[in-house]
């Protein structure tokens, strides 16, 4: 196999860019939106294998409409939040308006959404595709975990002590969900 293909620049270019110290984006919240949307091209890729082999073709229909939506979904957020990391940077970062949130927010949400669906997609597994849903579901606890960081590392530069306690809150709430979501797969298997 190519290496060079396999990369491609878009992938290679996108790694750089968070290596670099000098550009400061895309940074964390970039990053977990990145992972989540590789989850759910996995279990787009798990549910169109099973759709070729004639395996459960409602659930891979349902699978591959899904998964497709959150991957363009989470790509999009990728974008706000780097645009929102750069509006950031450039107002000094003294203080985070607790609109600045929404977008971590928002990539915690869809990253959870690609974990209930690994849990719905494992159905489809074909032996072309057997342990992909569970990397696909482990990618985006990963991003979850990695976003409710972000937003709780952000939340300390709120003025609204009131509303930082409510992320926090509301943080603590998505581990449990997202330990709820692992629970039901493990029992599963």
Same mark, same amino acid.
């Given at each position: 196999?190519?290496?060079? #293909?396999?990369?491609?620049?878009?992938?290679?270019?996108?790694?750089?860019?968070?290596?670099? /110290?000098?550009?400061?984006t /895309?940074?964390?919240?970039?990053?977990?939106a990145?992972?989540? $949307?590789?989850?759910?091209?996995?279990?787009?890729?798990?549910?169109?294998?099973? %759709? !070729?082999?004639?395996?459960? #073709?409602?659930?891979?229909r %349902?699978? =591959?409409?899904?998964?497709h939506?959150?991957?363009?979904?989470?790509?999009e &957020?990728?974008?706000?939040?780097?645009? $929102?990391?750069?509006?950031?940077?450039?107002?000094?970062?003294?203080? @985070? /308006?607790? %609109?600045?949130?929404? =977008? /971590?927010?928002? @990539? @915690?949400?869809?990253?959870?959404?690609?974990? !209930?669906?690994?849990?719905?997609? !494992?159905?489809?597994?074909?032996?072309?595709?057997?342990?992909?849903?569970?990397?696909?579901?482990?990618?985006?606890?990963?991003?979850?975990?990695a976003?409710? %960081?972000? &937003?709780?590392?952000?939340?300390? #530069?709120?003025?609204? #002590?009131?509303?930082?306690?409510?992320?926090?809150?509301?943080?603590?709430?998505?581990?449990?969900?997202?330990?709820?979501?692992?629970?039901?797969?493990?029992? &599963?298997?």
């Amino acid at each position: 196999m190519n290496r060079d #293909k396999l990369l491609g620049n878009s992938v290679e270019h996108f790694v750089q860019l968070v290596a670099l /110290p000098k550009a400061a984006t /895309p940074g964390a919240g970039s990053t977990s939106a990145v992972v989540a $949307a590789l989850a759910a091209s996995l279990l787009e890729l798990v549910a169109l294998l099973a %759709e !070729r082999a004639n395996r459960q #073709k409602s659930l891979a229909r %349902e699978v =591959i409409f899904e998964a497709h939506a959150l991957r363009l979904k989470l790509l999009e &957020l990728v974008e706000d939040d780097n645009e $929102a990391l750069k509006n950031l940077i450039n107002s000094g970062y003294k203080s @985070i /308006p607790v %609109e600045a949130l929404n =977008i /971590p927010q928002l @990539i @915690i949400l869809y990253s959870l959404k690609v974990c !209930r669906l690994a849990n719905k997609a !494992r159905y489809l597994e074909t032996k072309t595709s057997a342990g992909d849903t569970l990397v696909a579901g482990q990618l985006a606890k990963s991003a979850v975990l990695a976003a409710i %960081e972000v &937003l709780r590392q952000n939340s300390k #530069k709120l003025k609204d #002590k009131c509303e930082q306690k409510q992320l926090l809150q509301q943080a603590t709430l998505w581990e449990k969900e997202l330990d709820a979501i692992f629970t039901t797969y493990d029992l &599963l298997q």
